[in-house]
């Protein structure tokens, strides 16, 4: 068995890459709900775009089409 010191260990190799973060870019349909939410409609980052909170409703946040679920579906599409 032998002991090795750390004068011994052999050199570490580093490699530096610099990383561009996307800047994702926020759309608001309803800005004063999804504020009040923490949500956003959809967001874009980089070529790829993310929807949320895609929901049947009035611009005031109210319910829309309650109990209509295919109505409920197309003022969702709609609104994309």
């Known amino acids: 068995m032998s002991t090795q010191s750390c004068q011994q260990a052999p050199k570490e190799t580093t490699h530096e890459h610099e990383v561009k973060a996307e800047i994702p870019e926020y759309f608001l349909l309803r800005p004063e709900i999804e504020k009040a939410y923490g949500y956003s ?23 829309t089409a309650v109990g209509d679920f295919e109505q409920q579906m197309k003022n969702c599409y709609a609104d994309l």
């Open 41 to 63: 409609h959809a967001v874009k980052i980089g070529n790829e775009i993310k929807v949320s909170g895609a929901v049947s409703m009035d611009d005031n946040g109210n319910p």
